[in-house]
């Protein structure tokens, strides 16, 4: 029998705290113009998690959603502002940024809607021009 991990996050200034259980069904980075403008940098480094993995532990009243697309539902803290995760219905998982989950490993594996980048990343991962085609996407690779 094994014992299944959690990891402890948080918002900036504490008021939300979550844990998320297990293993990310995908870790990787998105290179999308809106993951670099709701983040403030050129790219977004993220964590994919199924919902049932994500346990918002203080604060739920405390979170503020803002969703631009049906695809994408932010999560943000109202105290301090600070970006917590994003919920993806169609895909059936939650992004939790891999800089709000201080313990958890973080091992990227991929680069989405690479098309899009600003900061050429030469890492050998794989570069897709949208999302793997699990996922709902083209699973189209493009040149790295």
């Known amino acids: 029998m094994s014992i299944e ?15 998320v259980s297990g293993e990310p069904a995908a870790m990787g ?8 403008h709701w983040s403030a940098g050129p790219v977004n480094a993220f964590t994919l998690w199924k919902p049932e993995a994500v ?8 979170i ?7 695809q994408s539902y932010r999560k943000w803290c ?6 917590i ?15 709000v989950i201080p313990d958890l ?8 809607h690479y098309q899009e980048t600003v900061l050429r990343i030469k890492d050998g991962f794989p570069k897709l021009k949208d999302v793997p ?5 083209s699973g189209i690779s493009v040149d790295e």
Do not use: W
Request: aromatic residues 12%; proline residues 4%; hydrophobic residues 25%.
């Open 133 to 137: 085609k699990e996922l709902g996407g």
């Open 5 to 19: 991990r959690s990891y402890k996050g948080s918002c900036f200034c504490g008021a939300v705290e979550f844990t």
């Open 85 to 99: 995760f994003t919920e993806h219905p169609g895909m059936g998982l939650i992004d939790v940024y891999a800089a």
């Open 105 to 112: 490993a973080y091992s990227p594996g991929v680069h989405v």
């Open 29 to 36: 980075y998105c290179h999308c113009e809106s993951c670099r």
């Open 55 to 62: 346990q918002v532990t203080r604060g739920a009243d405390n």
């Open 78 to 83: 109202k105290t301090c502002g600070g970006h």
């Open 64 to 70: 503020g959603t803002y969703n631009k697309s049906p």
